[in-house]
C-alpha cells in the first residue's frame, strides 16, 4: 500500500532540511572537509528548526528524530573540539 504524505509545509520542509543536513555535517567533519565552526553554524541552523513550533502529528515525529540526531551530532562535535 503506499502511504499518504502530508503536503509540503514550511515546518514540515525546515524540519526535513534539518534532518538531512546533519549526516553531511558528520561526514564533512569526519573527511576534514568542514571546520568545528563551520559544523557549529551549520548545527545551529538544525537547533532553529527544532524550536520551532510543531503543528501536526508528523512535524512531532520529525522533531523526535531531530532531536535525537541533534544530540548525537553535538557529542561528535563536542568530541572532535
Do not use: Y
Not at 5 to 12: D, R, S, V
Not at 37 to 60: K, L, P, Y
Amino acid at each position: 500500500m503506499t502511504r499518504a504524505i502530508e503536503p509540503a509545509t514550511p515546518g514540515l520542509n525546515r524540519l526535513r532540511a534539518a534532518i538531512a543536513l546533519i549526516p553531511i555535517i558528520e561526514s564533512g567533519l569526519a573527511d576534514s572537509k568542514i571546520s568545528q565552526q563551520r559544523a557549529a553554524e551549520m548545527t545551529r541552523f538544525c537547533e532553529w528548526a527544532a524550536n520551532c513550533f510543531s503543528e501536526g502529528e508528523e512535524e512531532s515525529k520529525l522533531l523526535a528524530v531531530l532531536t535525537t540526531k541533534l544530540l548525537h551530532l553535538k557529542k561528535v562535535i563536542a568530541a572532535g573540539a
